[in-house]
């Protein structure tokens, strides 16, 4: 069988389970949706949000991209926030990132990889804003989990300047942005403590959150 004969035939299926353990369900999300979550994650095929929350259709809104970037300007992912905070009124703000990310052993082990490192670059250039830190670690492999979790820090402050969220906070509405990994060997999330609701807390919770990775027990040193 065709692999695209073969995803419709499971779509089938798929479909078919769903209805028969909840009838109304897909009149329900016809009507629209009403999710708590936003989540900014890895493009990675080994992490797909739904399933490692255990969330089912019309549970959670996604953006996923190489290396779970939410970079300023970038209208694709500026665009899914702006909908998911000001039009769905989401709660909360997930950037998720995990170990082992293809992306981020790019940047630290210099693999090329044509045009996506362009958008690596600011990945890279946060490798080298704590690369004095980073390379004392030796164990390349857990310096990459280190980058992973400074990502995850530094997307969380990007999302938290878009204007989106700037104004929810700004007219008394607070969602809250959260910063989680993702551990591809045991299948569990892990909070990174990183959970902002207003303007004024942002700078302080990111300092300390990358006290935490970069302290003494992180470097090494």
Known sequence: MEPINQLIQRNRHWAQRVKRDNPTLFEELARGQAPDYIWIGCADSRDPPNVIADLGPGEIFVHRNVANLAVPGDLNCMSAIYFAVVVLKVPHVVVCGHYRCGGVEAVVEDQPLGVVDRWLHPLSQL???????????????????????????????????????????????????????????????????????????????????????????????
């Open 127 to 221: 490798y080298d804003a704590h690369r004095l830190k980073l390379d004392r670690i030796e164990d390349i492999h857990e310096r990459e989990d280190r980058l992973c979790e400074l990502n995850v820090i530094h997307q969380v402050r990007n999302v938290c300047s878009m204007p989106a969220v700037r104004d929810a906070w700004t007219h008394g509405r607070k969602p809250a942005v959260h910063g989680l990994m993702y551990r591809l060997d045991d299948g569990l999330l892990h909070d990174l403590n990183i959970s902002v609701n207003a303007t004024e807390q942002v700078e302080d919770t990111i300092r300390a959150a990358i006290d935490r990775v970069l302290g003494d027990d992180a470097n090494g040193s």
